[in-house]
């Protein structure tokens, strides 16, 4: 599975910014997506995730801030990033389970889309 993320860029406190990533398999609807981030010096961390069922998850730092969507006629998911903070500057990854999770044997973000990066100035 090829996964292309973008909308990246440099917003100043308190802004917003919308991620996207595209992925490249027709069989889209059955993925488990996510959105992790890796700051400077940090290990890389799950922001958001979305299964099949839409059934969302978030860390806590990120609830109530941003929002995880997909639609499956584009292949795409989203984050919806509001009240962006410096601490939420980082490398925004995509990555899915292409599935694995809708056969009943976990969810294994093993893909991953390059990064897309997020400045949050303060």
């Known amino acids: 599975v090829q996964l292309q993320a973008s909308g990246g860029g440099l917003v100043q406190t308190g802004g917003s910014l919308r991620l996207s990533c595209v992925a490249s398999?027709?069989?889209?609807?059955?993925?488990?997506m996510a959105w992790f981030r890796q700051a400077p010096g940090k290990q890389r961390e799950l922001v958001a995730s979305?299964?099949?069922?839409?059934?969302?998850n978030y860390a806590d730092s990120v609830k109530g801030r941003f929002t995880i969507t997909r639609d499956n006629d584009k292949n795409t998911v989203y984050l919806q990033m509001n009240s962006l903070k410096p601490d939420d500057t980082a490398v925004y990854y995509c990555a899915t389970d292409a599935g694995t999770h809708y056969y009943g044997v976990g969810t294994d973000f093993a893909s991953w889309g390059q990064g897309t990066l997020v400045t949050v100035s303060s």
């Open positions: 398999e027709t069989s889209f609807s059955i993925y488990a």
């Open positions: 979305i299964m099949s069922d839409r059934t969302t």
